[in-house]
C-alpha cells in the first residue's frame, strides 16, 4: 500500500512499465517484476545479488582489493548484506589505519544512528552508497521505469538516515544514463509483512489459474 512506501527521489512511475526490487538483509536479494501483456506481471527468479562488485572511485577500488584477497571473486551481496556491513567496517577501519573492534550489522548501524561512531556512520554511509550503484545497474537492465522498490531487514531500519544518504546521488551519477536515471522514483518499503503479502497475492493467483 502506498501508505507503506516512503519515495527517496525520483518523478513519476511509468505505468505499466518493469519493476525492480532488491532487498538487503542476510543477503542481497534482486528481482523484478515484467508485465506479462495481460494486466499482471511475471517475478523474476534469479540470482542476481551474486553479479560483481563494480567499484566506482579509489577508495572503493581500496575496498575490492581486501574484499578480492580475502574472498576471491567479489559480488554485491559480499558487501551489501549484514556480514557485508560487517566486512565493510573492518575493511574501512584497515583503510584508515585502524582497528575498529568486531562489530554486527545491527550494531554498526545502532552506531551510526545514535552519531556516536565516526567509522559506524562512515561504514552506513558507504554502505548506502554502494547500494546506489548496485540500483542503477538493476534498474538499467530491466528498463525498469516503473520504479525501483527496496526492501529487506536494512534499508528499511535506516530511515531519514537513507533518505539524506549519497544512496539517490550514486543512482543517478551513471554518465550518459543519467538522465534516464534522474526520474526514476525509488521506494523504501515499510510494509511489516511484505512477504506475505506477496504469498498471499501467489496463491490468489495460483487459485484463478485452477
Do not use: N
Not at 78 to 89: C, K, N, P, Y
Not at 132 to 146: E, Q
Amino acid at each position: 500500500p502506498a501508505a507503506e512506501l516512503v519515495q527517496v527521489g525520483g518523478g513519476s512511475a511509468v505505468p505499466g512499465a518493469p519493476l525492480a526490487l532488491l532487498g538487503a538483509g542476510t543477503g542481497l536479494g534482486v528481482s523484478g517484476l515484467i508485465p506479462d501483456g495481460q494486466g499482471g506481471w511475471t517475478p523474476l527468479a534469479g540470482e542476481g545479488g551474486h553479479v560483481s562488485f563494480a567499484p566506482f572511485d579509489e577508495r572503493e577500488v581500496a575496498v575490492w582489493r581486501l574484499a578480492h584477497a580475502r574472498f576471491g571473486h567479489v559480488s554485491a551481496e559480499r558487501l551489501l548484506s549484514g556480514t557485508g556491513m560487517a566486512f565493510l567496517h573492518q575493511a574501512l577501519g584497515q583503510i584508515a589505519g585502524q582497528t575498529p573492534p568486531e562489530r554486527s550489522a545491527a550494531e554498526i548501524t545502532r552506531l551510526a544512528l545514535d552519531g556516536s561512531d565516526a567509522l559506524c556512520r562512515d561504514t552506513v554511509t558507504l554502505f548506502c552508497t554502494l547500494l546506489g550503484t548496485v540500483a542503477a545497474d538493476l534498474t538499467i537492465t530491466l528498463g525498469a521505469r516503473g520504479g525501483v522498490y527496496i526492501g529487506g531487514g536494512i534499508v528499511p531500519r535506516l530511515g531519514d538516515f537513507f533518505r539524506h544518504s549519497p544512496f539517490r546521488q550514486r543512482f543517478e551519477d551513471k554518465g550518459r544514463t543519467s538522465p534516464y536515471l534522474r526520474d526514476i522514483p525509488v521506494w523504501v518499503i515499510h510494509s511489516p509483512w511484505p512477504a506475505l503479502l506477496g504469498a498471499a497475492a501467489a496463491l490468489d493467483q495460483f487459485l484463478q489459474s485452477h
